[in-house]
């Protein structure tokens, strides 16, 4: 069976700090992996994804994630923190193009 | 903007009545998808369809909840006989299927909520 753990359910960190979410998988064979954001009242935005190739993959918003397939991660990661970050984000996994498995989701609060 | 719409946005009901959902898919994607969303939760994938074949239904979707896409374009969610447990953000995301990883794109959901 897939699945898809956010050891963080709450992460607060100053506007301009940098920021990591954590993101651990389950999965027979490399997936595809992905970070979605969730702003109240909005639908899931896709931040990024990975399906193979280079480890680091880069998103809008300045967001990155790192694939490492030792440690089972996907983290997601953005040097320089702005109020508007603050928002709830998934990690999900999918190994056949169909379903999407989520984790449970950070939610990240921005101090000014 | 042409992207996935929900509606209604919010259904507040008393337990034991039915109500019914409807999705519209960005105009060209043939996959759509449900998903439920309880507080504090991940969205759980419910059943997607392909064109207006339902191709996979999670064992989350008991006989209460019936899906079609009859044209293959909108789809309506039905639940039947509403329990309190009901009570979530049901997700709506359609795609284009391309052989490979299927972009899902997500409506903003309908909050339900059983009394």
């Known amino acids: 069976a897939q699945s898809v753990t956010q050891p963080d359910i709450h992460i607060t960190v100053s506007e301009g700090a940098s920021l990591e979410l954590r993101c651990n998988y389950s999965?027979?064979?490399?997936?595809?992996l992905f970070w979605y954001v969730q702003s109240p009242g909005q639908g899931l935005q896709l931040l990024l994804k990975?399906?193979?190739?280079?480890?680091l993959v880069q998103g809008i918003k300045g967001f990155e994630a790192e694939f490492k397939r030792s440690q089972s991660s996907f983290n997601l990661r953005k040097p320089s923190v702005h109020w508007s970050d603050a928002a709830e984000y998934f990690c999900?996994?999918?190994?056949?193009?169909?379903?999407?498995?989520f984790g449970t989701g950070t939610q990240l609060k921005v101090e000014l | 903007d042409t992207g996935v719409s929900q509606d209604p946005r919010h259904k507040i009901t008393k337990r034991g009545q039915n109500v019914t959902f409807r999705c519209d898919p960005i105009?060209?994607?043939?996959?759509l998808y449900w998903y439920r969303q309880t507080l504090g939760q991940g969205p759980e994938f419910l059943t997607y369809?392909?064109?207006?074949?339902?191709?996979?239904k999670s064992r989350l979707l008991s006989d209460r909840f019936s899906a079609e896409r009859p044209k293959g374009s909108f789809s309506t969610l039905e639940i039947q006989r509403t329990e309190q447990g009901d009570s979530a953000m049901y997700l709506c995301?359609?795609?284009?299927?391309?052989?490979?990883?299927?972009?899902?794109?997500f409506g903003p959901g309908t909050r339900l909520t059983v009394l």
């Open positions: 999900a996994l999918t190994g056949g193009g169909n379903k999407l498995t």
């Open positions: 999965y027979g064979a490399t997936p595809y």
């Open positions: 105009s060209e994607h043939n996959r």
């Open positions: 995301a359609s795609s284009l299927d391309r052989g490979t990883y299927n972009e899902q794109f």
């Open positions: 369809f392909q064109n207006e074949a339902q191709l996979e």
């Open positions: 990975y399906f193979s190739g280079d480890t």
